[in-house]
């Protein structure tokens, strides 16, 4: 199945996020929308699931998040952005990932809501050491095995030292199921209307 999406991103005058990932096609997924809200801290972070044919919104709640999201191998709280709180980051190691050394590194959830909501007892990254890019991830279960992995490639320096993936491949171990997301525009500065994240 082929989908195209877009997302919209904006940071607060707290540094949280907020994004608005919108379904273009197929017709009848159209203008089918996932809203998140990054809460500060050890709040919950929000979102919200609108569905156009029914014109209904759907909030997802606590363990909701670690289900699947609209038949794809992303959970909903893969989109959701990295919250360096509440998670705890040990460096495990070196390796090398295509021809480039990364350090290993675990994130496990460091608080009770987030070990209560998150399918992932831990995650494995592997992060770039000459640009800091996350280029691989094995997400594990309690008992250490991977639930899924995912490779984040074709690496762009937008602009500085910020850097971005236009392609990411989420695996699912147990069904052998595949999603391929690629970039075919990436827009950053541009002007963005707050009220689409109201």
């Known amino acids: ?7 919209f991103t904006a940071k607060g005058a707290d540094n949280a996020s907020r994004s608005l990932l919108k ?13 998140t809200w990054q809460q500060p801290g050890d709040a919950e972070d929000d979102q919200w699931l609108y569905l156009e044919a029914s014109r209904q919104t759907k909030r997802i709640v606590g363990g909701a998040k670690k289900n ?8 909903y709280e893969d989109l959701r952005p990295e919250d360096l709180e ?8 070196e390796e090398t990932v295509d021809g480039q050394t990364v350090w290993t590194v675990e994130a496990t959830p460091s608080t009770e809501n987030e070990q209560r909501d998150s399918g ?13 890019m996350t280029v691989r991830t094995s997400f594990r279960d309690r008992r250490d095995r991977e639930i899924k ?15 971005r993936a236009n392609r990411a491949v989420y695996e699912t171990v147990r069904s052998g ?3 391929v997301s690629v970039v075919e525009k990436r ?12």
């Open 86 to 93: 509440v998670h705890d980051y040990t460096l495990t190691g």
């Open 23 to 35: 379904y273009l096609e197929p017709h009848d997924i159209d203008n089918v929308g996932l809203l």
């Open 149 to 163: 992995r995912a490779s984040y490639e074709d690496l762009e320096r937008i602009e500085g030292d910020m850097w």
């Open 1 to 7: 199945r082929q989908r195209r999406f877009v997302v």
């Open 68 to 75: 699947a999201f609209m038949g794809t191998d992303l959970a």
């Open 120 to 132: 992932y007892a831990k995650r494995v990254l592997s992060i770039r050491q000459d640009n800091y």
């Open 187 to 198: 827009e950053v500065g541009a002007a963005v209307d707050e009220a689409m994240f109201a």
């Open 177 to 179: 199921s595949r999603t």
